[in-house]
Nanobody, 118 residues
Framework: VLLEESGGGTVQAGGSLRLSCTVS????????MAWFRRVPGFEREHVAS????????DYDDTAKGRFTISRDKGQRILYLQMNNLKPEDTAVYYC????????????WGRGTRVTVGS
């Protein structure tokens, strides 16, 4: 199974972007999927996650109220709608999956870069 992120770009502060993560390969039935991001020199950090079956969501405090994670189970696509972007959101965004509640997220894609100008 491969994950491929897309939708990154450069926007001004206050702008919006919609990231997509497309799944290819079989079988694919994860417990959950998530968006993480990484700034050079720092560790990858959790942004938002969603359980694949029920669609329960969880957000980092920095994303609450601005970002929305969703998934299309039929098309096997994970989304991250990002509104009111801030310069501190600048990072490479990755999608990942976890097969069960015990295993950490992994199977990362290559990432998509988001740059927010002030």
């Amino acid at each position: 199974v491969l994950l491929e992120e897309s939708g990154g770009g450069t926007v001004q502060a206050g702008g919006s972007l919609r990231l997509s993560c497309t799944v290819s390969g079989h079988p694919f039935n994860p417990y959950a999927m998530a968006w993480f991001r990484r700034v050079p020199g720092f560790e990858r950090e959790h942004v938002a996650s969603i359980t694949w079956g029920y669609g329960s969501t969880d957000y980092d405090d920095t994303a609450k109220g601005r970002f929305t994670i969703s998934r299309d189970k039929g098309q096997r696509i994970l989304y991250l709608q990002m509104n009111n972007l801030k310069p501190e959101d600048t990072a490479v965004y990755y999608c990942g999956s976890r097969p069960d509640v015990v295993t950490h997220y992994g199977n990362w894609g290559r990432g998509t870069r988001v740059t927010v100008g002030s």
